[in-house]
């Protein structure tokens, strides 16, 4: 049941966000983690996973329509990739607690900028290349470090940085999809040291991430308007946000008796528990104090 009712989500967040280009990872990693997998291991990296999944999928549908700007997302897609392992790195030393309330600031930076976003009119001039380029340099190596470590692909940073360069919401979510797919890839290799891999569920989830961003994008580059795309998303991400951010006000940590393991006592081969009584090692005799 609890498999059948991620399937669902994770397939309604993959519709949603494959029309925007972003992989949908805001939606995932929280789903996953109230599923009861955990953060860092299992939610982050299946998020970074499936992000890449759905965006590398919608750049279909985006391609044929020629809505890609291959040669004006390269630098940000080049820069991403190298960030991307880096921020995967460093999530394992962060407290999840500070990763939730991370999680939560840049969600809500998103929607307000969306929100925004929403009421002007389509742009009709672009930036010049070589502006695009130095501004996608820094923007890539950001959003590629701060979707690495958060489990993102950072496409909520670029997609509205490519709205204030010039581009159109299609041709901003049809060149995000291309960035985000690098730099959610590179961070997901990131995490494989320390990740584990739930097979069944890696199953299920994909399934359900290919069938959303197929029908994304083609409602995407077909029937959607660009405003009531924005709005929708907009709302989504506060709802994301909100509960992100009970969960971080709410978290509390384990007991220490249920994070520390068993030790045993390998002279007379019984289980003894590290927290009930300390243990003073000396070669191979244990001393308890």
Do not use: C
Not at 10 to 38: E, K, Q, T
Not at 149 to 174: N, S
Not at 209 to 226: D, E, F, H, N, P
Request: charged content about 10%; cysteine-free.
């Amino acid at each position: 049941m609890l498999y059948t009712i991620v399937f669902f989500i994770i397939a309604i967040a993959s519709f949603i966000f494959a029309m925007l280009g972003l992989g949908g990872g805001m939606v995932y990693v929280p789903v996953l983690n109230w599923a009861g997998f955990d953060m860092v291991k299992v939610a982050i990296p299946l998020g970074l996973l499936l992000n890449g999944l759905n965006t590398l999928l919608v750049l279909i549908p985006f391609a044929r329509k020629k809505l890609v700007d291959w040669k004006g997302g390269m630098v940000m897609a080049v820069t991403a990739l190298i960030a991307a392992p880096l921020g995967a790195m460093t999530s394992d030393q962060v407290p999840v607690q500070t990763l939730k309330i991370l999680f939560a600031i840049m969600v809500v930076a998103a929607a307000v900028r969306m929100i925004w976003s929403a009421k002007k009119a389509e742009p009709e001039n672009m930036m010049p290349f070589r502006k695009r380029s130095l501004i996608g340099f820094f923007v890539g190596a950001f959003a590629g470090f701060t979707g690495g470590m958060l489990g993102l692909g950072g496409g909520f940073i670029i997609a509205p940085i490519l709205m204030m360069m010039g581009y159109k919401t299609k041709e901003a979510a049809a060149t995000t999809a291309f960035v985000v797919t690098f730099s959610s890839f590179s961070g997901y290799l990131g995490h494989m040291a320390s990740g584990e891999m739930n097979w069944l569920l890696t199953g299920i989830v994909v399934i359900a991430v290919i069938i959303g961003s197929q029908l994304g994008g083609r409602y995407m580059t077909q029937k959607a308007k660009s405003k009531q795309v924005k709005i929708i998303y907009a709302i989504v991400l506060l709802l994301i946000a909100a509960r992100m951010t009970y969960g971080a006000l709410t978290y509390e940590p384990k007991p220490a008796e249920q994070q520390q393991p068993q030790k045993e006592n390998t002279s007379l081969n019984v289980p003894i528990q590290t927290n009930d009584i300390n243990l003073i090692e000396t070669g191979s005799l244990y001393f308890l104090s």
